[in-house]
């Protein structure tokens, strides 16, 4: 059996269950990984990671989570009325993402979600961030990078696989401070979290435990990759597996 000495998981949305599989498999032989199996399976799932965040106090938008809501009206009424945001509980590059404009757009569309039987998220729409959200790219309990995205013309998801652009931004210290708290939160070394500018200052989107290099790389110059091996070169050691994180 050849040796390694560490494993960078680039897993993708839809292999999660199989990919962590591998990366569980590394870690008994003890090889080092970038960002544990545990930390991955936890941020895959936005409920399980707001619920998470949410008791460290981290900024969220208020959010609720429903299976088949009996009563749509007062789940709407909780997160402050139409317009809302409705999600799928593990989607991503913002499909599964869909804007209730009214009540009954709303509606409509989480009684659809609860016919399929399926598990949403309905969050309160942070309008005042129009369109823009911040990845800031976290390693080592460091913010190294952060990027401003905007969402195409007409389009709230800023997502860059929607066609959204991105731009090199300045981040206030509370932004930065999230960013970390966060990174730590969910146990993640290599991470991206993604924040909204909201009234009620920074709120946490999602963290992401594979997060692109390459838009983040043009639109700021930094060698994302290259600081990732770096903290490889000084982290990875044999059977330096352990669960961080909380829970
Ligand atoms: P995905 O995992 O599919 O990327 P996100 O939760 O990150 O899902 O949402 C996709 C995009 O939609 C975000 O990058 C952001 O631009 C926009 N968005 C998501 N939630 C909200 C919200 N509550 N208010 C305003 N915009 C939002
Ligand atoms: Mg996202």
Do not use: W
């Amino acid at each position: 059996m050849p040796k390694y000495d560490a494993v960078i998981p680039r897993i993708g949305a839809s292999v999660t269950f199989f990919g962590t599989a591998v990366l569980r498999q590394f870690e008994m032989m003890g090889v080092y990984p970038v960002n544990e199996s545990v930390a991955i399976t936890r941020s895959r799932d936005k409920l399980r990671s707001l619920q998470l965040l949410s008791r460290k106090g981290i900024g969220l938008p208020v959010t609720v989570f429903a299976h088949r809501s009996g009563n749509t009206d007062e789940l709407l009424e909780i997160v402050g009325g139409a317009p809302v945001v409705i999600k799928l509980l593990e989607g991503t590059q913002g499909v599964g993402v869909v804007l209730g404009e009214t009540h009954n757009a709303a509606a409509s569309i989480i009684q659809a979600f609860g016919g399929v039987n399926t598990n949403i998220l309905v969050q309160e729409f942070v309008k005042e961030a129009n369109g823009e959200d911040i990845r800031c790219l976290v390693i080592n309990d460091k913010v190294v990078a952060s990027m401003k995205r905007t969402g195409r013309e007409g389009d709230f998801r800023s997502n860059l696989h929607r066609g959204g652009s991105a731009q090199l931004i300045k981040i206030t210290p509370m932004e930065r401070q999230t960013a970390v708290s966060a990174a730590k939160i969910m146990g993640l070394n290599v991470c991206g979290v993604d924040l909204l500018r909201s009234a009620h200052g920074p709120v946490v989107m999602e963290v992401n435990s594979s997060p692109g290099l390459e838009g983040i790389e043009k639109a700021t110059g930094i060698d994302i990759a290259d600081k990732i091996i770096s903290f490889i070169e000084t982290r990875a050691k044999p059977d330096k597996t352990r669960t961080r994180g909380l829970g």
